[in-house]
């Protein structure tokens, strides 16, 4: 066993005596300005949710598996109507398109 952690060694470390701190009242008193928590400031749009979904919890913005997206535009997988860079319509996905 290390010497540090004989009971010699702990006699030694408290054998002092700690003195008692005065209380707030005792305190010199000191002219300064009186600090003030930051300014809160708005930040913008929609504040975030409390709790954020884990990835195997329902209700965020998960797709289903074995779902995936048809553009209504050129009727390829993979992307939607907004996203789509084609020039092209296509006549199929046209009818596919509610409106």
Request: charged share 30%; proline share 7%.
């Amino acid at each position: 066993m290390d010497r540090c952690y004989s009971r010699r060694m702990y006699e030694l470390c408290y054998e002092n005596a700690i003195s008692a701190i005065n209380g707030p009242e005792m305190w010199p008193k000191v002219e300064f300005e009186q600090i003030l928590p930051p300014y809160y400031k708005k930040g913008l749009g929609r504040p975030k949710k409390l709790k954020i979904m884990d990835f195997d919890e329902h209700g965020g913005r998960m797709r289903k598996p074995g779902v995936s997206y048809r553009c209504t535009k050129c009727n390829k997988i993979g992307h939607n109507k907004r996203k789509c860079k084609s020039t092209v319509q296509d006549p199929q996905a046209a009818k596919r398109q509610v409106t």
